[in-house]
T-cell receptor, first 116, second 115 residues
């Protein structure tokens, strides 16, 4: 069985602070995919990044960066110089190789509030 | 290109009633998945449809059912509503080639309140 844990239920920061959202996963598969999605107040989840289990390179996209560490089964997400528009619920998700992405296992989400 | 469209946006029902939610995927997407989102349980997978066939099913009682039409539009039905069914129901579509690395495109959801 797969499991995704986002231990931080809520995080509140002040604008321009850096913030890291943690994601720890469990799977017996050696091949799998990890995702991050953002859910703004409008409701629809928006894809942010996808990473396969064989690619442990960290990725940076503007103010966003992701740190994938297979040794600790973690896929953490850092927002640098946070902005009010970053306020949303962020979900980490896992899709093992023997299933479809539509059956992904999601964490419970981390609600990020960025105050001006 | 239009996104994933879910209707209605809000719904209020009473216990014992049944409800049907609709999802129109992005044009060209053949896979539609449904998720239930509640504050206490996070996002829980309900089922996934591809080419009018249910491909995967989550751990929900038989009161939850769905179907997909030939144009890939999908509906989910909940019969004999219970208070605990109050949730945001999200629909997601993808190309549906059966790959685990496909991006999911979500609708804004249907907020169901059961009184």
């Amino acid at each position: 069985a797969q499991k995704v844990t986002q231990a931080q239920t809520e995080i509140s920061v002040v604008e321009k602070e850096d913030v890291t959202l943690d994601c720890v996963y469990e799977t017996r598969d050696t091949t799998y995919y990890l995702f991050w999605y953002k859910q703004p107040p409008s409701g629809e989840l928006v894809f942010l990044i996808r990473r396969n289990s064989f690619d442990e390179q960290n990725e940076i996209s503007g103010r966003y960066s992701w740190n994938f560490q297979k040794s600790t089964s973690s896929f953490n997400f850092t927002i640098t110089a946070s902005q009010v528009v970053d306020s949303a619920v962020y979900f980490c998700a896992l899709s093992p190789h023997n299933t479809n992405a539509g059956k992904s296992t999601f964490g419970d989400g981390t609600t990020l509030t960025v105050k001006p | 290109k239009a996104g994933v469209t879910q209707t209605p946006r809000y719904l209020i029902k009473t216990r014992g009633q049944q409800v049907t939610l609709s999802c129109s995927p992005i044009s060209g997407h053949r896979s539609v998945s449904w998720y239930q989102q509640t504050p206490g349980q996070g996002l829980q997978f309900l089922f996934e449809y591809f080419s009018e066939t249910q491909r995967n099913k989550g751990n929900f009682p038989g009161r939850f059912s769905g179907r997909q039409f030939s144009n890939s539009r999908s509906e989910m039905n909940v019969s004999t509503l219970e208070l605990g069914d109050s949730a945001l129901y999200l629909c997601a579509s993808s190309f549906g080639q059966g790959r685990p690395n496909e991006k999911l495109f979500f609708g804004s959801g249907t907020q169901l309140s059961v009184l």
